[in-house]
């Protein structure tokens, strides 16, 4: 799905239920202009998100992140309940959104900043593409510890395994599908990675401070 004109009327109409007109047409066009009308419905939302959170009183943040994922996401609900560790078995786009949102989520209710979100969401989106291009799939394990406020984030999958991991860790490997890249860039938005593969499949851990 992309930004068009409709999601961005609807967005207005959920915006100014918490802010005045003229600073939700500004959120908005803020987070169009900085990410332009072909880039995903996700990148935009945190765009919108992260402009918002300055007008809104902290308060009301996780009732307005509802709204608007709302409009952006339709019906997709993540559970409100206090199972911690979750889970989320990944095999197809729209479960993979699903993991997202919920790791945004932990972030959020955990008093973490919308940038801390934003990585988190970004680094489990790089997982998650990887496993359903190579494996077909995969399963997403999320836990939140409280006591120090760490987010760990599991994704593992069933796939043949990742040829070359070092020389790609080492930064002298580029697949034409961008797989090095990516596990390099969560390497980095992460506070600790670790993986491990085999013949057998992949799991890889990446934990983050909030």
């Known amino acids: 799905m992309h930004v068009n004109e409709s999601l961005e009327r609807r967005l207005f109409g959920a915006l100014v239920q918490y802010t005045s007109e003229p600073t939700a047409r500004g959120i908005?066009?803020?987070?169009?202009?900085?990410?332009?009308?072909?880039?995903?419905?996700?990148a935009y939302f945190d765009m919108v998100m992260f402009g918002a959170k300055l007008f809104v009183e902290d308060a009301r943040h996780n009732e307005m992140a509802?709204?608007?994922?709302?409009?952006?996401f339709g019906s997709i609900r993540v559970a409100q309940g206090h199972q911690n560790p979750h889970e989320v078995e990944v095999r197809d786009?729209?479960?993979?959104?699903?993991?997202?949102l919920l790791v945004r989520r932990l972030v959020r209710d955990a008093g973490g900043r919308e940038l801390t979100a934003v990585r988190a969401a970004t680094a489990l989106s790089e997982l998650t593409r990887n496993a359903l291009m190579y494996a077909g799939g995969g399963w997403v394990k999320v836990e939140m510890n409280d006591r120090d406020r760490r987010l760990r984030v599991i994704v593992r999958d069933?796939?043949?395994g990742i040829d070359d991991l070092e020389l790609i860790l080492a930064g002298g490997y580029r697949s034409r599908t961008g797989l090095g890249r990516g596990l390099l860039g969560v390497r980095k938005l992460a506070d600790h990675f670790h993986i491990q593969t085999s013949a057998s499949g992949t799991t890889i851990c990446f934990e983050m401070l909030v």
């Open 28 to 42: 908005l066009q803020r987070a169009r202009k900085h990410h332009g009308r072909k880039r995903t419905t996700e």
């Open 93 to 100: 786009e729209h479960s993979s959104r699903r993991a997202r």
């Open 66 to 72: 509802e709204s608007l994922q709302q409009v952006c």
């Open 158 to 160: 069933e796939g043949t």
